[in-house]
């Protein structure tokens, strides 16, 4: 690919991708069987310029291809007060013409295929990166625009990070405990809780104790809480999210080196 003998989209993504790569230490790229694209959102001239220059040069993308959220409202376009409709059009249709499915969804993990357990993806946005490896057990790291897209049209993604069995250990305790049971078994207190962990961890990997059951939906609003409010990529539930049947494997046996309790004037607070 990166020779440019299977096209110059390929080499292109590939040259960005295996830049990509050595910033992240990776010393090789693995195999993903999906992505998901954030970039088909509007920043600026440079989100339109890259899908382009893939579009126009060939790419198609190499594994099942879904699509974020774009700039438009497409079931009730007369609400769009913006000024880049135009971009926003184009936008979407240079991924589409490249094999994306037309999803708008920054939930793809609720379409009816969605990735299994230890399946090597590469999604962007925030929060259905971080259901995807905690409630899902599939593998991604938390990508951003122009790299889901490198990442879709090649077929891989750099083996460092959340891809691998080592970092996706938890690193620390995140007590509920001491709560009262009739607060555990609120919808509201799932993304409260999501808060308190996306500001207490930052980029570290959480393992949450005390919590008896929860629904998808539940632990959905606890993952898009703590990915927007930190840099979380991956949290363990014990006993109920597929990494963590309890403490021991969700630390690899290891000690626990760090609780953090938290408590209701955390939850009042947050």
Not at 2 to 8: C, K
Not at 120 to 144: D, K, P
Not at 203 to 223: F, H, N, S, W
């Amino acid at each position: 690919m990166l020779s440019g003998d299977r096209g110059e989209a390929l080499a292109m993504a590939m040259r960005i991708l295996t830049k990509f790569a050595r910033v992240m230490g990776a010393s090789e790229l693995l195999d993903i069987s999906a992505a998901h694209i954030d970039g088909c959102l509007v920043t600026g001239q440079s989100s339109l310029d890259l899908a382009e220059a893939l579009r126009d040069r060939g790419g198609q993308v190499a594994v099942p291809t879904t699509l974020n959220v774009s700039s438009l409202d497409l079931l009730h376009p007369e609400l769009y007060r913006g000024d880049d409709e135009p971009r926003a059009r184009q936008l979407m249709q240079a991924y589409e013409d490249m094999g994306c499915q037309p999803t708008w969804t920054c939930a793809p993990y609720q379409l009816e295929a969605r990735p299994g357990f230890g399946d090597q993806i590469a999604w962007a946005e925030s929060n259905a990166i971080a259901f995807a490896n905690s409630v899902l057990g599939a593998r991604t790291n938390r990508y951003g625009d122009f790299i889901d897209i490198c990442c879709a049209l090649t077929g891989r993604a750099p083996a460092a990070g959340l891809h691998l069995d080592e970092h996706r250990l938890a690193q620390l305790v995140i007590s509920v405990e001491h709560l009262p049971d009739r607060l555990l078994a609120t919808d509201a207190f799932f993304p409260v809780l999501g808060f308190v962990i996306g500001t207490s961890v930052g980029t570290r990997v959480p393992a949450v104790a005390g919590i008896p059951q929860a629904t998808e939906d539940q632990l959905k609003a606890m993952c898009a809480a703590a990915a927007s409010a930190g840099s979380v990529g991956l949290i363990h539930v014990v006993g109920i999210t597929p990494e963590a049947p309890d403490l021991s494997t969700a630390f690899g046996s290891e000690p626990v080196a760090e609780t953090i309790i938290v408590t209701a004037s955390d939850i009042v607070h947050a």
